[in-house]
């Protein structure tokens, strides 16, 4: 972790903070075997047919956050810890109606945590890791109910925070992060939040890059590849959920890290976070899983990273997250794919 409590020493995201929580078929090809990655790498092209409206929405949330946790849960979403407008870890769970833009409390952590990686299994949120207290994170998993009730149900094989989670079908996958000492290369698979199995490793280890689901690959986006020097990298990885392989399939035009990822129309949205490590960015790059090409397709009213991403029906919702400022926003950008 870069930074705990208090003090913030340097941007970063939770990729989620901004995690995609999806449901798709589930392969359930992966097992507890690992496949050797390979390389295929494509160079970065326009995004044929990518067209995209950003627009801030008119209401904003009750409190501003950052490196949250951010669910769908029916037609609202549901925020999950990361840091408050003083910089703390917070443990509140808000339900919001981004129909209207109410919110409501729904429930409390366990343990205040930010940098955190989470999905919706079920009725339940699962939540994996992060940073509070302690300098090298938590490897708890805590389960947030239908009504609020969180308990812990389970740990990670150690303390990790920076990382990031998708649900495909029946299990969920646990990717890259920090664990106080070093990036962490394993890919972890859980069906209940309480055992984990390691399934692979990444052949670029990453925290903070973006996730996104597309049928039953899971895709990294960028990333800080190396916290000691500060790089960032401009991998794409695709882990097949079904097979077991590990591939870097692309090339981003510049090195990416601390931004989100939305799928809409099959396109992936990588949206906003920090180019090649020095500039907070307001872009909105369309990335094509088809043919692995990526062009910018729009810009956000404002430069942001730390935030979260979702999408809910044929809209996806950009959450809070960190500016130019480097505190705490409370803005909701809507995107929509055309």
Known sequence: MTSRGRGVCKVVIVVFVAVVSAVFADGGGAGGAERASTSTVRSA???????VSVVDARWTLTSPVA????????????????????????????????????????????EAVHDAAGVRDGTRILVFGGGGPSE???????????????????????PRSDLVAARVGRSTYVFGGYDG?????????????TTFTKVGTLPVPVRYPAIAVV????????????????????????????????????KLPTSL????????????????????????????????????SSSSVGTLPAAVSDAAA????????LVGGQGTDRAPRATVTIVTAR
């Open 215 to 250: 049928g039953r690959s899971v895709y990294l986006f960028g990333g800080v590849s190396n916290s000691e020097r500060g790089i960032d990298t401009a991998d794409v990885q695709r882990f097949d959920t079904a097979t077991g392989a590990i591939d870097m399939v692309a």
């Open 310 to 317: 979702v999408v809910i029906g044929r809209r996806g919702y």
């Open 136 to 158: 090298n994170g938590t490897a708890a998993v805590q389960a947030v109910a239908a009504g609020g009730a969180t308990t812990n149900v389970g740990a990670l094989p150690g």
């Open 257 to 292: 890290s601390h931004a989100s990822a939305m799928v809409l129309r099959g396109h992936v949205y990588l949206l906003g976070g920090y180019i090649d490590n020095t500039t907070l960015s307001s872009q909105v790059l369309a990335f094509d899983p088809a043919t692995g």
């Open 181 to 193: 000492a070093a990036i962490v290369p394993d890919i972890l698979r859980t069906t209940d939040g």
């Open 67 to 110: 490196r949250e946790v951010v669910v769908r849960s029916g037609a609202r979403f549901t925020v999950v810890g990361g840091l408050d407008a003083t910089k703390f870890s917070t443990a509140s769970i808000v339900s919001v109606d981004p129909a209207s833009g109410r919110s409501r409390p729904a429930g409390t952590l366990t």
């Open 45 to 51: 092209a326009p995004a044929a047919s990518a067209r």
